[in-house]
Protein backbone atom coordinates (compact mmCIF):
# COMPACT_ATOMS: atom_id res chain seq x y z
CA UNK A 1 0.00 0.00 0.00
CA UNK A 2 1.13 3.82 -0.77
CA UNK A 3 2.38 5.64 2.12
CA UNK A 4 -0.44 7.79 1.96
CA UNK A 5 -3.34 7.64 -0.04
CA UNK A 6 -5.94 10.75 -0.99
CA UNK A 7 -8.97 10.04 -2.77
CA UNK A 8 -11.35 12.18 -4.00
CA UNK A 9 -10.38 14.37 -1.35
CA UNK A 10 -12.95 17.80 -0.94
CA UNK A 11 -13.00 20.68 1.82
CA UNK A 12 -15.42 22.83 2.39
CA UNK A 13 -14.66 25.24 5.79
CA UNK A 14 -17.96 26.32 7.71
CA UNK A 15 -17.70 29.74 6.57
CA UNK A 16 -17.79 28.06 2.96
CA UNK A 17 -14.72 28.84 1.64
CA UNK A 18 -13.68 26.04 -0.46
CA UNK A 19 -10.27 24.51 0.03
CA UNK A 20 -9.92 21.15 -1.80
CA UNK A 21 -11.62 20.18 -5.04
CA UNK A 22 -11.53 16.70 -6.20
CA UNK A 23 -7.69 16.04 -5.06
CA UNK A 24 -6.48 12.14 -5.36
CA UNK A 25 -2.79 11.31 -4.68
CA UNK A 26 -0.48 8.43 -3.43
CA UNK A 27 2.59 8.96 -2.03
CA UNK A 28 4.45 6.00 -2.23
CA UNK A 29 6.86 4.59 0.31
CA UNK A 30 10.12 6.22 0.80
CA UNK A 31 9.03 9.14 -1.55
CA UNK A 32 10.41 13.08 -0.80
CA UNK A 33 6.57 14.23 -2.33
CA UNK A 34 6.38 18.35 -2.45
CA UNK A 35 2.90 20.49 -2.00
CA UNK A 36 3.80 23.47 -4.30
CA UNK A 37 1.73 26.23 -4.61
CA UNK A 38 1.10 29.89 -3.46
CA UNK A 39 -0.23 30.57 -0.51
CA UNK A 40 -3.78 29.73 -0.13
CA UNK A 41 -3.46 27.03 -2.77
CA UNK A 42 -4.83 24.02 -0.23
CA UNK A 43 -1.51 22.74 0.85
CA UNK A 44 -1.73 22.79 4.70
CA UNK A 45 -5.48 21.85 4.53
CA UNK A 46 -4.24 18.81 2.12
CA UNK A 47 -1.24 17.82 4.72
CA UNK A 48 -3.29 18.24 7.39
CA UNK A 49 -5.48 15.85 6.51
CA UNK A 50 -2.76 13.22 6.94
CA UNK A 51 -2.48 13.16 10.27
CA UNK A 52 -6.71 14.36 10.41
CA UNK A 53 -5.71 17.93 12.25
CA UNK A 54 -8.36 18.54 9.16
CA UNK A 55 -11.03 16.66 8.35
CA UNK A 56 -12.07 16.18 4.67
CA UNK A 57 -15.42 16.89 3.60
CA UNK A 58 -15.39 14.57 0.38
CA UNK A 59 -13.40 11.59 -0.36
CA UNK A 60 -11.25 9.13 1.78
CA UNK A 61 -7.65 8.96 3.22
CA UNK A 62 -5.97 6.18 3.68
CA UNK A 63 -2.93 5.72 6.12
CA UNK A 64 -0.39 2.69 5.01
CA UNK A 65 -3.45 0.53 3.53
CA UNK A 66 -5.35 2.09 6.77
CA UNK A 67 -8.54 4.18 6.67
CA UNK A 68 -8.02 7.22 8.82
CA UNK A 69 -11.16 7.52 10.87
CA UNK A 70 -11.26 9.26 14.42
CA UNK A 71 -11.39 5.23 15.48
CA UNK A 72 -7.92 4.23 14.20
CA UNK A 73 -6.03 8.39 14.15
CA UNK A 74 -4.63 7.32 17.82
CA UNK A 75 -2.71 4.57 16.45
CA UNK A 76 -1.82 5.95 12.99
CA UNK A 77 -0.61 9.43 14.66
CA UNK A 78 2.02 7.52 16.17
CA UNK A 79 3.05 6.53 12.88
CA UNK A 80 3.32 10.04 11.57
CA UNK A 81 5.87 13.45 12.43
CA UNK A 82 4.77 16.54 12.09
CA UNK A 83 7.03 19.74 11.25
CA UNK A 84 5.87 23.13 11.19
CA UNK A 85 6.46 26.47 9.49
CA UNK A 86 6.71 28.40 12.81
CA UNK A 87 8.58 25.57 14.56
CA UNK A 88 6.07 25.18 17.56
CA UNK A 89 8.24 24.41 20.38
CA UNK A 90 7.35 25.23 23.89
CA UNK A 91 10.15 28.34 24.53
CA UNK A 92 10.96 27.85 27.76
CA UNK A 93 11.01 24.41 28.00
CA UNK A 94 14.88 23.20 27.01
CA UNK A 95 15.62 21.69 23.71
CA UNK A 96 16.11 18.31 25.14
CA UNK A 97 12.26 18.41 26.44
CA UNK A 98 11.13 19.93 23.21
CA UNK A 99 12.47 17.40 21.30
CA UNK A 100 10.85 14.33 23.80
CA UNK A 101 7.56 16.45 23.61
CA UNK A 102 7.96 14.11 19.98
CA UNK A 103 7.82 10.84 22.21
CA UNK A 104 3.71 12.29 23.39
CA UNK A 105 1.19 10.27 21.19
CA UNK A 106 2.85 7.16 23.13
CA UNK A 107 3.54 8.67 26.34
CA UNK A 108 0.74 11.05 26.75
CA UNK A 109 -0.09 14.47 27.92
CA UNK A 110 0.32 13.79 31.38
CA UNK A 111 3.15 12.34 31.53
CA UNK A 112 5.18 14.45 28.77
CA UNK A 113 3.47 17.30 31.18
CA UNK A 114 5.49 15.83 34.23
CA UNK A 115 8.26 15.66 32.71
CA UNK A 116 8.44 11.71 32.87
CA UNK A 117 10.83 10.30 30.09
CA UNK A 118 12.26 6.90 30.22
CA UNK A 119 16.40 6.79 29.73
CA UNK A 120 16.02 5.41 26.63
CA UNK A 121 13.75 8.50 25.06
CA UNK A 122 16.69 11.01 26.87
CA UNK A 123 19.28 8.75 25.00
CA UNK A 124 17.53 8.67 21.58
CA UNK A 125 16.83 12.61 22.12
CA UNK A 126 21.15 12.84 22.61
CA UNK A 127 21.51 11.01 19.66
CA UNK A 128 18.65 12.69 17.15
CA UNK A 129 19.99 16.14 18.51
CA UNK A 130 23.92 15.25 17.30
CA UNK A 131 21.89 13.67 14.08
CA UNK A 132 21.09 17.18 13.41
CA UNK A 133 23.58 19.22 14.33
CA UNK A 134 22.61 20.42 17.42
CA UNK A 135 25.36 21.50 19.51
CA UNK A 136 25.21 18.76 22.75
CA UNK A 137 26.14 22.10 25.39
CA UNK A 138 22.61 23.00 23.88
CA UNK A 139 20.60 20.61 25.08
CA UNK A 140 20.12 22.09 28.56
CA UNK A 141 19.27 25.73 26.57
CA UNK A 142 15.60 27.25 26.35
CA UNK A 143 14.47 26.40 22.97
CA UNK A 144 13.69 30.08 22.31
CA UNK A 145 17.11 30.92 23.00
CA UNK A 146 18.25 29.45 20.15
CA UNK A 147 18.18 30.87 16.21
CA UNK A 148 15.54 30.17 13.76
CA UNK A 149 17.65 27.60 12.56
CA UNK A 150 18.72 25.94 14.92
CA UNK A 151 15.07 25.48 16.51
CA UNK A 152 13.88 24.21 13.49
CA UNK A 153 16.70 21.15 14.03
CA UNK A 154 14.81 21.12 17.19
CA UNK A 155 11.39 20.65 15.41
CA UNK A 156 13.02 17.77 12.47
CA UNK A 157 14.64 15.92 16.14
CA UNK A 158 11.62 15.93 17.53
CA UNK A 159 9.47 14.71 14.70
CA UNK A 160 11.83 11.70 14.41
CA UNK A 161 11.55 10.71 17.97
CA UNK A 162 8.98 7.75 17.57
CA UNK A 163 10.46 6.69 14.39
CA UNK A 164 7.70 7.78 12.37
CA UNK A 165 7.29 6.43 8.86
CA UNK A 166 5.77 9.43 7.68
CA UNK A 167 6.98 12.86 8.38
CA UNK A 168 4.51 15.94 7.52
CA UNK A 169 6.20 18.77 6.60
CA UNK A 170 4.34 22.51 6.42
CA UNK A 171 6.14 25.01 5.29
CA UNK A 172 8.96 23.92 6.95
CA UNK A 173 11.22 26.70 5.39
CA UNK A 174 8.92 29.31 5.21
CA UNK A 175 10.06 31.14 8.57
CA UNK A 176 13.84 31.14 7.84
CA UNK A 177 16.45 32.99 6.31
CA UNK A 178 16.74 31.62 2.52
CA UNK A 179 19.93 30.97 3.20
CA UNK A 180 19.29 28.44 5.84
CA UNK A 181 16.10 27.00 4.05
CA UNK A 182 18.82 24.87 1.56
CA UNK A 183 20.33 22.95 4.84
CA UNK A 184 17.02 22.56 6.72
CA UNK A 185 15.29 20.70 3.73
CA UNK A 186 18.69 18.80 2.97
CA UNK A 187 18.42 17.99 6.68
CA UNK A 188 14.84 16.57 6.61
CA UNK A 189 15.62 14.65 2.83
CA UNK A 190 18.74 12.97 4.67
CA UNK A 191 16.98 12.17 7.87
CA UNK A 192 14.07 10.41 5.91
CA UNK A 193 16.29 8.69 4.30
CA UNK A 194 18.37 7.22 6.85
CA UNK A 195 15.47 6.54 9.00
CA UNK A 196 13.22 5.39 5.95
CA UNK A 197 10.53 7.65 6.26
CA UNK A 198 8.12 8.84 3.29
CA UNK A 199 8.10 12.80 3.30
CA UNK A 200 4.93 15.08 2.44
CA UNK A 201 6.86 18.41 2.56
CA UNK A 202 4.72 21.79 1.33
CA UNK A 203 6.43 24.80 -0.47
CA UNK A 204 5.84 27.70 -2.32
CA UNK A 205 9.59 28.20 -3.96
CA UNK A 206 10.02 26.07 -7.08
CA UNK A 207 13.43 26.60 -6.74
CA UNK A 208 13.73 24.72 -3.40
CA UNK A 209 10.78 22.00 -4.56
CA UNK A 210 12.71 21.38 -7.76
CA UNK A 211 16.40 20.90 -5.86
CA UNK A 212 14.65 18.92 -3.16
CA UNK A 213 11.95 17.08 -4.52
CA UNK A 214 11.72 13.51 -5.89
CA UNK A 215 8.03 14.30 -7.05
CA UNK A 216 5.92 18.24 -7.01
CA UNK A 217 2.34 18.04 -6.91
CA UNK A 218 1.30 21.48 -7.77
CA UNK A 219 -1.90 22.93 -6.14
CA UNK A 220 -3.68 25.80 -6.77
CA UNK A 221 -7.23 26.93 -5.98
CA UNK A 222 -7.64 24.02 -4.31
CA UNK A 223 -7.21 21.64 -7.39
CA UNK A 224 -4.23 19.66 -8.94
CA UNK A 225 -2.73 21.19 -11.47
CA UNK A 226 0.70 19.23 -11.90
CA UNK A 227 2.13 15.69 -10.89
CA UNK A 228 5.22 14.72 -11.96
CA UNK A 229 9.64 14.92 -11.30
CA UNK A 230 11.33 18.30 -11.03
CA UNK A 231 12.40 17.71 -14.69
CA UNK A 232 8.83 16.63 -15.97
CA UNK A 233 7.94 20.44 -14.46
CA UNK A 234 10.72 22.40 -16.40
CA UNK A 235 9.57 20.54 -19.77
CA UNK A 236 5.89 21.70 -19.31
CA UNK A 237 6.75 25.59 -17.74
P1 LIG B 1 -1.95 27.05 1.82
O1 LIG B 1 -1.38 26.13 2.83
O2 LIG B 1 -1.65 26.61 0.40
O3 LIG B 1 -1.59 28.49 2.07
P2 LIG B 1 -4.48 26.62 3.15
O4 LIG B 1 -4.78 25.17 3.12
O5 LIG B 1 -3.94 27.23 4.38
O6 LIG B 1 -3.54 26.96 1.90
O7 LIG B 1 -5.80 27.42 2.75
C1 LIG B 1 -6.61 27.08 1.62
C2 LIG B 1 -7.82 27.99 1.62
O8 LIG B 1 -8.64 27.66 2.74
C3 LIG B 1 -7.50 29.46 1.75
O9 LIG B 1 -8.49 30.16 1.00
C4 LIG B 1 -7.65 29.72 3.23
O10 LIG B 1 -7.97 31.06 3.50
C5 LIG B 1 -8.80 28.80 3.57
N1 LIG B 1 -8.77 28.34 4.98
C6 LIG B 1 -7.75 27.72 5.62
N2 LIG B 1 -8.09 27.42 6.87
C7 LIG B 1 -9.35 27.86 7.03
C8 LIG B 1 -10.28 27.86 8.11
N3 LIG B 1 -9.95 27.32 9.30
N4 LIG B 1 -11.48 28.40 7.92
C9 LIG B 1 -11.82 28.93 6.74
N5 LIG B 1 -11.01 28.97 5.66
C10 LIG B 1 -9.79 28.43 5.81
P1 LIG C 1 -0.50 29.14 6.32
O1 LIG C 1 0.05 30.28 5.51
O2 LIG C 1 0.53 28.40 7.11
O3 LIG C 1 -1.42 28.24 5.54
P2 LIG C 1 -2.48 30.91 7.36
O4 LIG C 1 -1.86 32.17 7.87
O5 LIG C 1 -3.13 30.86 6.02
O6 LIG C 1 -1.35 29.80 7.48
O7 LIG C 1 -3.51 30.36 8.41
C1 LIG C 1 -3.19 30.29 9.78
C2 LIG C 1 -4.36 29.67 10.51
O8 LIG C 1 -5.57 30.36 10.20
C3 LIG C 1 -4.61 28.21 10.13
O9 LIG C 1 -5.00 27.51 11.28
C4 LIG C 1 -5.72 28.28 9.13
O10 LIG C 1 -6.51 27.10 9.17
C5 LIG C 1 -6.52 29.49 9.62
N1 LIG C 1 -7.15 30.20 8.49
C6 LIG C 1 -6.61 30.51 7.31
N2 LIG C 1 -7.49 31.15 6.50
C7 LIG C 1 -8.63 31.24 7.24
C8 LIG C 1 -9.91 31.79 7.01
N3 LIG C 1 -10.23 32.35 5.82
N4 LIG C 1 -10.83 31.73 7.97
C9 LIG C 1 -10.53 31.16 9.14
N5 LIG C 1 -9.34 30.61 9.44
C10 LIG C 1 -8.41 30.65 8.50
Same mark, same amino acid.
Given at each position: ???I????????????????????????????????????????????MANR??EP???RVII??RDLTP?TM??IR??????? /???????????????????????????????? *????????????????? $???????????????? /?? /???????????????????????????????????????????????? $???????????? *??????????????????????????
Amino acid at each position: APAISFRKIGKRYPDGTRALDDVSLDVPRGQFCVLLGPSGAGKSTLLRMANRLAEPTEGRVIIEGRDLTPRTMKPIRRRIGMIH /QSFNLVGRLSVAANIMTGALPALGPARVLAGL *FPDALKTKACMLAASVG $LDPAHMSRRADSLSGG /QQ /QRVGIARAFMLDPAIVLADEPVASLDPRISSDILALIRDQARVRGATV $LCSLHQIELART *FADRIVALRHGRLVFDGTPAELDRNA
